[in-house]
Structures are given as C-alpha cells and as structure tokens.
C-alpha cells in the first residue's frame, strides 16, 4: 500500500512538473509515467512497486556495460573525492580526460588520433558540423559549408543536428532548421554522387552517416556501401563522418561498426556507449590530418566548447568503462549472443504471421511488423500494441512507426546471455501472439 501511494504522489507531481523529451505530452498528462524505476542490475530493471523487467533496449542503445556497475560508481565517487570537474578553456586540462582522449585515439580504426569532448551526440553532431566548416574556411575553401546526410538517419536533436536527422516528424517539429543541410537515399551511394554533382564539389564540406541506422528503424548497409562512400569522398574531397553514437563500443560485435567494413572515417562521433549512460559524454574524433592542419592553419582561439567539455568525472568513468568492455570480453559477446538474438527473431518468422523482415547486427536489431495477408504494413500501426504487451508482461522494447514503418527494435545490454536472450524471446512471443489473435 505504501509503494502505491508513493508511486501515485510521484506521477501527480512528474505530470505537474517533468516535461519529458520525445514523448505524447497528452499521454503523459493523461496517464502518467508507465514506469518508475528505482533500480537497476544486468540487464534488468525493477520499478517502484517491485515490477522487475528485462530492459531490451539498454534504456536508449546506451547501457552497454549493464546496469549496477559498482565499478563505475566507484570511479565516479574516486574522481569526484578528488578533482569533480575542472574547465577545459585556455588550454586547461586534466588526467582523466587525457587519458581518455589517447585511449580513444588507441581503439579507434585506423589514424583517428586527437578528441574534442562533448556532453553527448547531439553536441557531437553540431560540433562536427562546425569544425568540418571550419576546416574548409582555414584551408581556403570558405564556400564549402553544405552537409550531405540519409534519409531515415538520425543525429540529434540540437538545431544541426535536427536538420541533418532525415526523419520527417523530428524536422516538423521546428519551423526553422538550420541551412546547408542536404538529404539522400539512406543506401544509393549513385543518390549521393547525383547530389554532390547538383550541388558542385566545392559547396560540401561533409556527409554524414552512421554505420547501422538506428532510431530509423536499425537499417543495415548492404555489402560494399560503405567502401564505395569512402571512395566518393575522397574523390570530391568531401569529409566523411561516421556517427557511432549508437553503434560505438561493441554495439554490433566490433568495438566500433566501422570496422565491419573497412573504413575509416575523417572524423568519428561518440557518446551513449562512452560511458554506457552512467554520466553524461560525447566526443568527436578527427584524424591526424585534420588535427594537424586545425594546428597549422588556426589563429587564435578555436571558439567552440561547451562548459563540460573534457568533464574530469565523466572521463574517469568513461576510462573505466571502456576497460570492463575489454576486461569482459563484451565485443565478443555482442557477437555471439546477437547471433543468438538474430536466431530468435527467424523462429519468430516462421511461427508467427505478422513477422516480417529481421535484421541484427551484433546486439541491434529489428522485427518488421506485415499484414500477412497483403505482406505490406497494416493500415494502423501495429508495432506499439506489441511493445505495450511486452512491457506488460516483462519486456523493455522499442518501435519504429515513421517514414512508412512499423517496426519493434532491440538493442540489450552487452552483457546479456542466452538464458536472458531466450528470456527475451519468449516474452516477444507472447505478445505478438497476443496482439495477432487481437487483430
């Protein structure tokens, strides 16, 4: 009884008071918070009247390490008992964050070598688009300012990033988007030399694009996309930009997606997995190259950062949890459970009729919902009964219901194993099952 008093004070008072990003306004205001978690372990979540559930999502793609960490919340206390967080500004510095930074340069591909701190991706983004103007501006092409991005991408939700996002309701939102912005077919690398030609060579500055769309529904490059992008780059002298912000730290079975295929990226986009969500951390990687000319070519002060820029708590975090990623092994088991995962999602395939196409690389993935009686989408969405229903029975899922989509995607924790996959799968069952003899 005393829990549910409790929970009922504390909707009344997050209705009042919490605005909460990306979500029904209405349906907050109406119903309230679906959950309250006061706790978490593995991949596990447990909310305030006791409710535990299976978190398949990694709350936003991002707690790659598992909730409870202890170890991270020592790292976080050791840093903050000593040195909390000091400015970056004036060339300030402090240990953690250049560990942090020469760690980073060590596990990125290829000559990625120098990092500018952030406080998440979409900072990240807008930093990104800033300094590869900026780059262009002090090697004498000032005019080279367009950014080329993929529809069904997303980047954020600052201004920049809002404009490169090429997902319709995220643009609607605001009456005024950034200019320069510039969207292609998400997997037509002829969409995007056709763009380039249109808008001359020497008006773009970059494209950008993540390795694994995520929040547009986990779409995944078909063979040899990628390796043809860096090539086009490279011949219309275009910067190339790879937001790992979901995909970064062993998300899809490498430690970055980039290296699924080979690449590497002028400049690289972190956050989420950076810290596995337990503090707030971005970052942007750029080459030696870009480094190097930023140096030659500057004067005066690069006037761009952000007051947490290199935060000396968040970077010790960030330390510590790139080490149990590796001490752990979890690239590898992102591998093999999301093998397991994908496993699951075909023997969904064929028992269930409203299934249709799967996909996962590593730990993401998506279930694409169909009428199977015309194997196209249904005319309502689908996708966010079936989300309610495992949310109801145990099961933290995602969906995708824009841009013609109706899809459910998943994205556990790294340290998740096959019983909990099983576990995963089974509760997905059910509730599919239960929505179609709904309908």
Sequence with gaps: MIKTELKETLIDLDKKHFIHPTSSLKQQN??????????????????????????????????NVGYGRKELAKAAYEQMSKLAFTNSFSSMSNEPA?????????I???????????????????TAYKLARYYWKLKGFPEKTKIISRKKGYHGVNIGATSATGITPFQEMTSSLAPDFLHVDPFSTESLRQCIEREGAANVAAFIAEPVQGAGGVNIAPVGYFQEIRKICDEY?????????????????K??????????????????????????????????????????????????????????????VGLKNIEI?????????????????????????????IVGEVRAQGLIGAVEIINPVTNTRFPT??????????????????????????TLVF?????????????????LREALLAVQNSL
């Design 30 to 63: 109406e119903s309230g918070a679906p959950f309250i978690f006061t706790n978490g372990s593995g991949v596990y979540l447990t909310d305030i009247t006791g409710k535990k559930v299976l978190e398949g999502m990694s709350s936003l793609w991002n707690v």
């Design 98 to 106: 250049i560990q942090l930074a020469a760690k980073l340069a060590k």
């Design 108 to 126: 990125t591909p290829g000559n990625l070598s120098a990092v500018f701190f952030t406080s998440g991706g979409s900072e990240s983004n807008d």
């Design 237 to 253: 002298k275009i910067l190339f930009i790879a937001d790992e912000v979901i995909t970064g730290f062993g998300r899809t079975g």
């Design 255 to 316: 430690m970055f997606a980039c290296e699924h295929y080979g690449i590497v990226p002028d400049i690289m986009l972190l956050a989420k997995g950076i810290t596995s969500g337990y503090i707030p951390l971005g970052a942007v990687v750029v080459t030696d190259r870009i480094h190097e000319d930023l140096i030659e070519f500057s004067e005066g002060a690069l006037l761009h950062g952000y007051t947490y820029s290199g935060h000396a708590t968040a970077c010790a």
């Design 325 to 353: 990623i590796e001490n752990e092994n979890l690239i590898e088991n992102s591998r093999l459970m999301g093998q397991e995962l994908l496993n699951g999602f075909y023997k969904l395939q064929k028992e269930i009729d």
């Design 381 to 406: 969405h689908i996708a966010p009964k079936i989300s309610a229903e495992a949310a109801r029975r145990g099961l933290i899922i995602r969906t995708v219901v824009f841009e013609g989509m109706d």
């Design 411 to 427: 994205s556990p924790p790294l340290v998740i194993n096959k019983k909990e996959i099983e576990e995963l799968i089974s509760i």
